[in-house]
Each structure stands twice: as structure tokens, then as C-alpha cells.
Nanobody, 121 residues
Framework: QVQLVESGGDLVQAGGSLTLSCVAR????????MGWYRQAPGKQRELVAS???????NYADSVKGRFTIFRDNAKKAVSLQMNVLKPEDTAVYYC???????????????WGQGTQVTVSS
């Protein structure tokens, strides 16, 4: 069984910064891609940023230049550094990791429980 545990969501003023973290726990053989999604009220979940095993990153246009995604393979962790936050960044943020568990035939995507980020104007 694999679980992703998120932390770091908070209430912050516009222009401020936050760092979200996500750690995978359980019987893990390897981890492939990692990423962060967000879902604002009344909107669909959208990709914020992703990172491959080789460190190639991809960002939504709305966060380019403000957000940075990191991964720490030894800690089975992915982080999202968010700077110059805007009210439109308000959402529940979810991490995801594609995990190959011991004994599993293929990797599967796991999701965190979500962490609330609220940016006040």
C-alpha cells in the first residue's frame, strides 16, 4: 500500500510565497513522474507542474516564472515552491506520483489528500 502525504498549504497574502511538500510512504520499488495539480471551486482539476525522473519539468502557462517544482528521489518527495502568489492561485493542491510498488506488475498513479492554498488580495 502506498500513501502520499502532503503538507504546506496555508492562507497567504497576494505577493507572498509558500512551499508545498509531498512524501510517498509504503512499499515502493521506484517512482516515475511526479506532479502537482490544483482544483479551484467550480473548476476542473488542472495540471500545475510536473517533473520526470530525469528532471525535465513542465508548467502551466499561468504559473511559469513563479512556481518551481523539485524532486528528491532519496526521500520519495516532490515539492512546489510558489512565489508571487495571486488570488487566482487559490485552490486545493494535489500531488501525484507514478509509483511502481513491490510485487506490482505495472506502475500506477497515486494522489495526495489535497492541501488548501488561499491567497488573499
Amino acid at each position: 500500500q502506498v500513501q502520499l502525504v502532503e503538507s504546506g498549504g496555508d492562507l497567504v497574502q497576494a505577493g507572498g510565497s509558500l512551499t508545498l511538500s509531498c512524501v510517498a510512504r509504503g512499499s515502493i520499488f521506484s517512482i516515475n513522474d511526479m506532479g502537482w495539480y490544483r482544483q479551484a471551486p467550480g473548476k476542473q482539476r488542472e495540471l500545475v507542474a510536473s517533473i520526470t525522473t530525469t528532471g525535465t519539468t513542465n508548467y502551466a502557462d499561468s504559473v511559469k516564472g513563479r512556481f518551481t517544482i523539485f524532486r528528491d528521489n532519496a526521500k520519495k518527495a516532490v515539492s512546489l515552491q510558489m512565489n508571487v502568489l495571486k488570488p487566482e492561485d487559490t485552490a486545493v493542491y494535489y500531488c501525484t506520483q507514478r509509483v511502481q510498488g513491490y510485487g506490482a506488475f505495472i506502475p500506477r498513479d497515486y494522489w495526495g489528500q489535497g492541501t488548501q492554498v488561499t491567497v488573499s488580495s
